[in-house]
């Protein structure tokens, strides 16, 4: 599993939600997360749209039509939950596109 996430304590938080359960990449902005991506093909990929260097948006449309990385789905978590950026992110082909008052339920 790859994060992609630039804010240290939200990735700080999905590490410690998914870990020891998944091996775990993280990288802290979209220019990152596409070269992490390319170069290491997870099974999937937990990103924010708001990053430096590239957005979310951008990095979901070149892994989406990269041919090494197009058939990872790519989910989404963000801040940003207005309609159109929602719409912006399907449209780039993330699978899935949600706010980030999520909560990851651990087990135990």
């Known amino acids: ?34 070269d992490k991506a390319v170069s290491l093909i997870p099974d999937i990929i937990i990103t924010d749209v708001m990053m430096p260097e590239k957005d979310g948006f951008e990095l979901c449309g070149h892994l989406k039509h990269h041919n090494l990385t197009s058939h990872i789905p790519i989910i989404m978590l963000t801040a ?12 780039r082909g993330a699978d899935a596109y949600n706010g980030q008052h999520w909560i990851i339920a651990k087990k135990g």
């Open 1 to 34: 599993m790859l994060i992609v996430e630039d804010n240290s304590d939200q990735a700080r938080y999905l590490v410690n939600s998914f870990n020891p359960a998944y091996n775990l990449e993280v990288a802290y902005n979209g220019r990152q997360g596409i």
């Open 80 to 91: 940003r939950v207005d309609a159109d950026s929602r719409l912006a992110g399907l449209r």
